[in-house]
């Protein structure tokens, strides 16, 4: 069987018949009648099968009993044009051999229940699912465009320590990393002694690259992150988890507006790489979840997005609660947005992606550039339709003393800050950079609604499979 070359399912389905070809993967079906069978093979290159035809007489029956859902086999045979009107070839199977079998009992992976729901609870198989193989080339082809779009720019992808003493955010849900015994910790004074620590002092996991991206940005000018962050927020939503991936850009002598151009063309851009480079999967995920997701898609490239200050936003969700519209959480001028808020301000209100600006200063992190009001900031949230937030950033403020002024005001402490005050003593350029969730992108892009199914090993609170 070897000394023919193995073909990818997914350019089988697109060659001439005639040849002989070799096909590995594992059976998504069988059926047929007792002459002949029909199985669907896939190999995860495509969300498609190739039918594999098997003329009983040829094959032994213990052979053919094998193969099942789930099992996995390699099939020589002919290509030939399909009788079927599903599908333009198929193989006529000559020789089959079986790698693995699949006991139909007790594989976790049947027909009868693949809710998204059912499938988290045995998330170890479900990567072996249709759904979950679209999930996963879609997100690599994300990943993907994402280094394409910063590398076209010239910008430089730098990579942001995992481990940190820093919680750049203010936010305070962070995950310790300790080599301390937690049955014995070492004290001084009542306090702990994390001089005995690995690091010789307190470390977390980060919760942003941002400020260590700033070191780049004001050194190479125009830079970009593109990895894991953890969060200890005990919030289990649909759209949170404790581990999720981040693209974090920062570029000097880019005020806001330059800032919230690039973040639009960004996310424009990655949408449109969907469309151009992943409409199998993109067409499975909309016939089976969300008949409203390519248009949707569409949608958004092909518009410009709504620029809205968060002082008018708040004047539209208090109009809107007058006439009658309820939200579960109150909203008046100060307060945080929740979910419902910025789904009313994208879906109802103006029916396209929202960039919301000038925010409060309370409710936002101490680097944002304040704004002459001396009450609100330079920061910039974009809202999309479905999900809510899925970038967040601003332009960062460039004052040494206006930082150091709102560092003290917070009652952080400036020692621990000192690496990056430091840009702002040396050679302080106007700057402003943005992170973006790549699994809030990814929710968008396959029309998924629980953040849980667009990543392989989701870590949310009291759940750490694998
Ligand atoms: O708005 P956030 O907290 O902003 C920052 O971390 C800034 N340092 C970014 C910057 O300016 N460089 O987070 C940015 C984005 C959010 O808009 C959201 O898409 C995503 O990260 N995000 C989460 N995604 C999944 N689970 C969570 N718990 C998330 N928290 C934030
Ligand atoms: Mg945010």
């Known amino acids: 069987m070897e000394e023919l070359k193995r073909t990818k399912v997914k350019e089988l389905l697109y060659s001439n018949p005639g040849a002989d070809v070799l096909a590995k993967g594992w059976v998504r079906t069988k059926r047929g009648n007792k002459q002949v069978k029909f199985i669907a093979l896939n190999d995860g290159s495509t969300v498609n099968n190739i039918q594999i035809v098997v003329n009983t007489e040829l094959f032994d029956d213990e052979l053919i009993a094998k193969i099942t859902t789930g099992a996995s086999i390699g099939v020589k045979g002919t290509l030939v044009e399909s009788e079927g009107d599903q599908q333009a070839v198929e193989i006529q199977a000559k020789e089959i051999e079986l790698y693995g079998e699949c006991d139909p009992m007790k ?3 049947q027909k009868k229940n693949t809710s998204l729901e059912y499938l988290r609870t045995v998330a170890h198989m479900r990567l072996r699912t249709n759904t979950f193989g679209a999930i996963l080339r879609i997100r690599h082809n ?16 730098l990579n942001t320590p995992l481990i940190t003493e820093s919680d750049a955010e203010g936010a305070g849900d962070m995950f310790q990393v300790t080599t301390l015994d937690l049955a014995n910790v070492p004290m001084h004074k009542d306090k702990v002694d994390f001089g005995k620590d690995f690091f010789g002092k307190k470390t977390s996991l980060t919760v942003s690259g941002q400020l260590e991206g700033e070191l780049g940005a004001t050194a190479v000018g125009e830079i970009y992150t593109f990895g894991p962050t953890f969060r200890a927020e005990n919030s289990n939503t649909p759209r949170h988890l404790a581990e999720f991936w981040m ?4 570029m000097a002598f880019y005020d806001n507006y330059d800032n919230m151009a690039l973040a639009e063309e960004f996310v424009k851009y990655l ?16 016939d089976k979840y969300d008949d409203g997701l390519i248009e949707r898609l569409r949608s958004v490239i092909g518009i410009p997005f709504q620029v809205v200050t968060y002082t008018e936003g708040i004047k539209i969700l208090e109009d809107a609660i007058q006439n009658g519209t309820q939200f579960e959480y109150p909203v008046h001028w100060g307060t945080d ?3 419902e808020h910025e789904r009313y301000l994208v879906e109802k ?3 396209k992606p929202v960039i919301l600006i000038d925010f409060p200063k309370d409710i936002k992190a101490f680097y944002m550039k304040q704004n002459e009001d001396g009450k609100t900031v330079r920061g910039m949230d974009i809202l999309f339709p479905k999900i809510g ?3 967040g950033g601003s332009e960062r403020e460039a004052s040494l003393e206006k930082l150091e002024e709102r560092i003290d005001e917070l009652g952080m402490s400036r020692k621990n800050l000192e690496w990056y005050i430091d840009t702002r003593r040396f050679g302080s350029v ?24 667009v990543i392989p090993f989701p870590r949310t609170p009291k759940n750490a499979e694998f």
């Open 271 to 286: 949408v449109k790489y969907a469309l151009d480079n992943c409409m199998d999967d993109l067409k499975f995920l909309n």
């Open 337 to 339: 947005l929740q979910s």
């Open 247 to 250: 693209i974090e850009p920062e």
């Open 142 to 157: 994300m990943a993907f465009a994402i280094h394409k779009f910063f590398n076209d720019k010239g910008f430089v992808y």
């Open 107 to 109: 594989y976790p992976i």
């Open 430 to 453: 106007p700057h402003s950079g943005f992170g973006l969730g790549f699994e809030r992108l990814l929710l968008f892009v396959t029309g998924m609604s629980n953040i849980r199914d």
């Open 389 to 391: 937030e899925i970038i």
């Open 349 to 351: 209100h103006f029916g």
